[in-house]
């Protein structure tokens, strides 16, 4: 979902944190967007086109650009949601206690807009035996030769 034309705030080269209150985030974002990141929202399994995608890249947050997981940790997990083992950096996410449902679960939220990604469990492949299990209306995909063509054109090379 690319939301970063009619958001200010996205950028993906820009690692500084970006603290919006519900209501502004909601006069930014698309309201599905809108309804998982900052509502804490589940969008229905397998509807998520970046499920069934196998290309090489980088897959962004789409509320406000931060890198979150690389495509070579992503793998076919069966949830119906992307699934990755792996974030881009510690500091790409956040993990929260997630209490909700009556189960015990850790929330996973984008390390600079803090909205909600999906979760985390201890299910996945190694190398790191985790899936994240991120829906997929908060993700931006970049290719991978896509992604490096933007990046030198940002930086003038």
Known sequence: MDTSKSNPLYSRTDNSPVNLSNEQWQKILP??????????????????????????????????????????TKFESGCGWPSFYEPVSKG??????????????????????????????????PPTGLRYCINGVVLDFAKARDAEKNYNAEHGQ
């Not at 399994?45 to 650009?65: D, F, I, K, M, Q």
């Not at 956040?94 to 803090?114: A, F, N, Q």
């Open 31 to 72: 309201k599905n967007v809108y309804d998982v990141a900052r509502q804490k929202g589940t969008e229905r399994p397998y509807s998520s086109p970046l499920e069934e995608n196998r290309e090489a890249g980088t897959y962004y947050c789409a509320v406000c650009g931060n890198p979150l997981f690389r495509s070579d």
């Open 92 to 125: 790409s996410v956040i993990y929260l206690p997630d209490h909700s449902h009556g189960m015990e679960r850790t929330e996973v939220e984008c390390g600079r807009c803090k909205s909600h990604l999906g979760h985390v469990f201890h299910d996945g492949p």
